[in-house]
């Protein structure tokens, strides 16, 4: 019988997300995502490497997920509430990432794993709000670097920070996830408006 080593992989990688996101990757240890995976440990060093390769490995895979899920080309043809509203969803959706993101920062002294790549990723989002700014269609009161961050932090920070969310803002459900993503949409309009 043939070994499924990319259905291997994927288990051993769902695995270690919900370990790294949950405990961090000081917290995790290969052993208890080796038996979430159903896979002995060995497996998970052959495919992985140590404990910090296979958290880079979650990272790159799980930020793949979201450059799939929320490509941009340009703000001068895509609204930006638009793509904030989206990105709220997928954090909304998907909120192992926001706390995977939180560990690395927390985890890694200066540059972190795929730095270089994940900066050219970061630069089309970049580039995006440049090219609304240049069409006159997004402020140039703030500069796009600096934009692009705030309205991945206007659409990420809620899962981020759930409980201040719930505190400020009243108990999760349904109604209230939609007020929250109607004020990321027009906060991030508004903050990127040209005058």
């Given amino acids: 019988m043939a070994w499924d080593t990319e259905g291997t992989k994927r288990k051993i990688l769902e695995a270690a997300m919900t370990e790294f996101a949950r405990l961090g990757p ?4 290969l052993e208890r995502v080796a038996k979430l995976a159903g896979v002995n440990k060995e497996r998970v060093y052959n495919y992985f490497g140590d404990k910090r390769a296979l958290f880079s490995a979650v ?4 930020l793949g997920k979201v450059a799939l899920a929320l490509p941009i080309t340009s703000f001068a043809v895509e609204d930006i509430g638009d793509y904030a ?8 959706e998907n909120p192992e990432l926001s706390r995977l993101m939180r560990w690395e920062g927390l985890t890694f002294n200066g540059e972190v794993p795929d730095e270089e790549q994940r900066r050219e990723y970061y630069g089309y989002k ?7 700014q240049r069409e006159g269609i997004v402020t140039q009161a703030i500069e796009a670097d600096h934009l692009a961050f705030l309205v991945l932090a206007l659409a990420g920070w809620w ?8 505190m400020l803002t009243g108990p ?3 109604e209230e996830f939609a007020r929250r993503r109607a004020s ?6 508004r903050l990127a408006s040209a005058p």
Avoid: C, K
């Avoid at 000081?26 to 240890?29: F, H, K, L, R, V």
């Avoid at 970049?126 to 609304?132: P, Y």
């Fill in 85 to 92: 509203g989206r990105a709220y969803d997928y954090h909304l």
């Fill in 26 to 29: 000081d917290g995790t240890t």
């Fill in 172 to 174: 999760d459900s349904t």
């Fill in 159 to 166: 899962s981020a920070v759930p409980q201040v969310a719930r």
């Fill in 126 to 132: 970049i580039e995006a709000v440049a090219d609304g």
């Fill in 184 to 189: 990321v949409v027009e906060a991030a309009r």
């Fill in 59 to 62: 990272l790159r895979s799980e």
